[in-house]
């Protein structure tokens, strides 16, 4: 976190494990296990990132959207069950492979643009101005 930013890391991350479940999916063979393996290397910065990113310049909300984030950690308790569901109807467990590809690219998202706070402007009547 000394030479880049937590947002950059975790996009990086990010896209590094779409690579790494498109290799899953499509390899065969002692690849796909050292390619799921690295996989969980790469989710290690994720949730405090994401945690720490997402409760960023809240000021009087912080504790609001901490709560909410904690709250909506429900990924490992609804995302397996698409896993294997994709698996059972392909009969392949490596095409399952791709759930976890579309949430990296969500976490991926999030690192590039998804973590900045939108300022709320004002509509200011033309007459106000002139």
């Known amino acids: 976190m000394r030479y880049f930013s937590s947002a950059s890391l975790l996009a990086a991350y990010g896209s590094i494990n779409i690579l790494l479940c498109t290799i899953a999916i499509l390899s065969h063979g002692i690849i796909t296990v050292y390619t799921v393996i690295t996989i969980c290397f790469f989710?290690?910065?994720?949730?405090?990132?994401?945690?720490?990113?997402?409760?960023?310049?809240?000021?009087?909300?912080?504790?609001?959207?901490?709560?909410?984030?904690?709250?909506s950690i429900v990924g490992g308790a609804v995302l397996p069950r698409g896993v294997g569901y994709i698996s059972d109807v392909?009969?392949?467990?490596?095409?399952g492979y791709v759930v976890p590809l579309v949430c990296f690219a969500v976490v991926a998202f999030f690192g590039l643009k998804g973590h900045r706070i939108k300022v709320k402007q004002e509509n200011i009547p033309v007459s106000a101005i002139l």
């Not at 994401?50 to 709250?71: C, N, P, Q, R, V």
Request: charged share 15%.
């Open 90 to 95: 392909t009969g392949n467990i490596q095409y």
């Open 43 to 71: 989710m290690s910065i994720m949730f405090p990132t994401i945690f720490a990113l997402g409760i960023k310049d809240l000021k009087a909300d912080t504790e609001f959207g901490s709560s909410l984030i904690i709250m």
